[in-house]
């Protein structure tokens, strides 16, 4: 089956501009992760969506937000774009059924974005 | 504070030459401790999930373990196509859904 699917792939934005990203789970997948990585944090966690509410949320500034939407997709938007942005950020999804969460993510390849 | 700290920062072997790498943590309550292998210029892969201490999980040539304080990844042979960026990460038992904290990885790079 299909796997997690991110667009775009590349993209480069200049400080103080706005950028959306858009993440396609694999279908049947509720919960989708946002992760953003960069080399000298490593990936950290930015939001989790589950049936269109976000559940969880990391410590990121407001300037990060996202949503999911009733297909499950999810997109992130960054606002007035930083220099420390720069990033790739991650989005990955998975089944959340009953009984323990198994921890199993399935990752998209992952949104390079470059603020110049 | 959720912390995971993994060494060493990155590790060269032959082909053939058994080794391991760490992942300590500190998370008030575990849920799960999860390793995950990352190829250059893709996302992470899924290796394992390990619950509770004395648990062990294998998969072909990568075993892991993990007491209460750290995790090992035992590697028994490896081959140059074992060689990515090896992630541990942890999820406190405070969390639900898919929120975990990751250490910094080991970069591996195994040479035939």
New interface residues.
């Given amino acids: 089956k299909a796997g997690?699917t991110q667009t775009p792939r590349y993209l480069i934005k200049t400080r103080g501009q706005q950028v959306t990203l858009s993440c396609s789970p694999i279908s049947g997948h509720r919960?989708v992760?946002w992760?953003q990585q960069t080399p000298g944090q490593?990936?950290?966690?930015l939001f989790?969506y589950?049936s269109e509410t976000q559940?969880?949320k990391?410590n990121f500034p407001g300037r990060f937000s996202g949503r999911q939407f009733s297909n499950s997709r999810s997109e992130m938007n960054v606002s007035t774009l930083e220099l420390g942005d720069s990033a790739l950020y991650?989005c990955?999804s998975?089944f959340?059924g009953q009984g323990?969460?198994?921890?199993?993510?399935?990752?998209?390849?992952?949104s390079r974005l470059t603020v110049l | 504070e959720d912390q995971v700290t993994q060494s060493p920062e990155a590790l060269r072997l032959q082909e053939g030459e058994s080794s391991s790498l760490n992942c300590s943590y500190t998370v008030s309550g575990l849920r799960g401790l999860f390793w995950y292998r990352q190829d250059p210029g893709k996302g992470p892969e899924f290796l394992f999930t390990l619950y509770s201490a004395g648990e062990e999980k294998e998969k072909e040539r990568l075993k892991a373990t993990l007491t209460k304080k750290e995790s090992f990844l035992h590697i028994t042979a490896p081959k140059p196509e074992d060689s990515a960026t090896y992630l541990c990460a942890v999820q406190a038992i405070r969390e639900y859904g898919n929120k975990l904290v990751f250490g910094a990885g080991t970069i591996l790079r195994v040479k035939s």
Avoid: P
């Avoid at chain 1, 490593?42 to 966690?45: H, I």
């Avoid at chain 1, 323990?100 to 992952?110: A, M, P, Q």
């Fill in positions: 997690v919960s992760s992760y490593g990936l950290q966690f989790e589950f559940r969880n990391g991650l990955a998975s959340l323990r969460n198994t921890g199993e993510l399935f990752f998209g390849e992952g």
